[in-house]
């Protein structure tokens, strides 16, 4: 079935760091690709995402590609801040339009000033 | 737009006790989603609505958990009886037709003692 690989955290970085996390995909269907952000005590807001192979979100400094030949979506940011302290979460949809969303496990990342 | 919401945002109820939690999906959007989040599990999909009408409830833990969407503003996922392992965040979400995005609530924090 689909499902979404991240990687595990808590990712912790200086501020001005470059970040990397990593997601992949089954390959399954044409799917949808997405970050979603959830910050303390709050729900999962959209950060970014690409609809087919190739395609480049970005939002608020970070961004993702989706690479079909990798089956990966891995969000980059040049220089993180201390207020990018969340939990970062790859997910996917089917395929077939508006359908649930299968989300990786989260990474938590910590940006230290 | 209020955005989807969801009541209560906290819930602490004995084991055994029956639970109803609330969601008003954004006005327009005609599909809904009830998510579970637990640190174990992470998000899981409970059930997904179209049009008011359930789509895929295989999600659902046990015949204990229920969910309605009488109509297009307004849907519940009931517990009954609850247990200590329902304990989670429960996240209401929406979307329109033909859109890949999900736009979430703030979530209800079920505690079960």
């Known amino acids: 079935g689909d499902s979404v690989t991240q990687m595990e955290g808590p990712v912790t970085l200086s501020e001005e760091a470059f970040l990397t996390i990593n997601c992949t995909y089954t390959?399954?269907?044409?799917?949808?690709l997405f970050w979603y952000v959830q910050y303390p005590g709050e729900g999962l807001q959209l950060l970014l995402k690409?609809?087919?192979?190739?395609d480049k979100g970005s939002n608020k400094g970070f961004e993702a590609t989706y690479r079909k030949e990798t089956t990966s979506f891995h969000l980059e940011k040049g220089s993180v801040q201390v207020s990018d302290s969340a939990v970062y979460f790859c997910?996917?949809?089917?395929?077939?339009?508006?359908?649930?969303?299968?989300f990786g496990k989260g990474t938590h990342l910590i940006i230290q000033p | 737009d209020a955005g989807v919401i969801q009541s209560p945002r906290h819930e602490v109820t004995e084991m055994g006790q029956e639970v109803t939690l609330r969601c008003k999906p954004i006005?327009?959007?005609?599909?809904l989603f009830w998510y579970r989040q637990t640190m174990m599990r992470g998000l899981e999909l409970l059930i997904y609505?179209?049009?008011?009408?359930?789509?895929?409830d295989s999600g659902m833990p046990e015949d204990r958990f229920s969910a309605k969407m009488p109509n297009a503003s307004f849907s519940t996922l009931k517990i009954q009886p609850s247990e200590p392992r329902d304990s989670a965040v429960y996240f209401c979400?929406?979307?329109?037709?033909?859109?890949?995005?999900?736009?979430f609530g703030q979530g209800t924090r079920l505690t079960v003692v």
């Open positions: 979400a929406s979307s329109s037709s033909g859109s890949a995005e999900a736009f």
């Open positions: 390959a399954t269907g044409y799917p949808s």
């Open positions: 690409a609809t087919k192979a190739d």
């Open positions: 997910a996917r949809n089917s395929g077939g339009g508006a359908d649930g969303l299968t």
């Open positions: 006005s327009g959007h005609n599909s």
């Open positions: 609505f179209n049009n008011n009408v359930p789509i895929d």
